[in-house]
Nanobody, 115 residues
Framework: QVQLVESGGGEVQAGGSLTLSCKASGIAFNIYTMGWYRQAPGNQRELVAAITSGALTNYGDSVKGRFTISRNNAKNTVDLQMNDLEPEDTAVYYC?????????WGQGTQVTVSS
């Protein structure tokens, strides 16, 4: 069964940290580009960070220097370490997997940053 399952969301105060994790199953994980996207109410879904099969990374401008994406091909997981969180980071965060032929999404996990 193809599945992306996120965990690690929650509520934190501004300046705090959270780590999101996504566990993939049913796919050849090592060939996929893995990413994290987020969507706040009334906004479009936007890229937060992505990491290719070769471990090249790309970040959205608003999170550069604060967030770090990493992957573990042995465990089929991709993590998003989020530091110095701001209220503007509040959103539902979605795990994404893409191999050029298909795109997969997780169910999302809520991150709430209070001021």
């Amino acid at each position: 069964q193809v599945q992306l399952v996120e965990s690690g969301g929650g509520e934190v105060q501004a300046g705090g940290s959270l780590t999101l994790s996504c566990k993939a199953s049913g796919i050849a994980f090592n060939i996929y580009t893995m990413g994290w996207y987020r969507q706040a109410p009334g906004n479009q879904r936007e890229l937060v960070a992505a990491i290719t099969s070769g471990a090249l990374t790309n970040y959205g401008d608003s999170v550069k220097g604060r967030f770090t994406i990493s992957r573990n091909n042995a465990k089929n997981t991709v993590d998003l370490q989020m530091n110095d969180l701001e209220p503007e980071d509040t959103a539902v965060y979605y795990c994404n997997a893409a191999d050029g032929l298909r795109t997969l999404w997780g169910q999302g996990t809520q991150v709430t940053v209070s001021s």
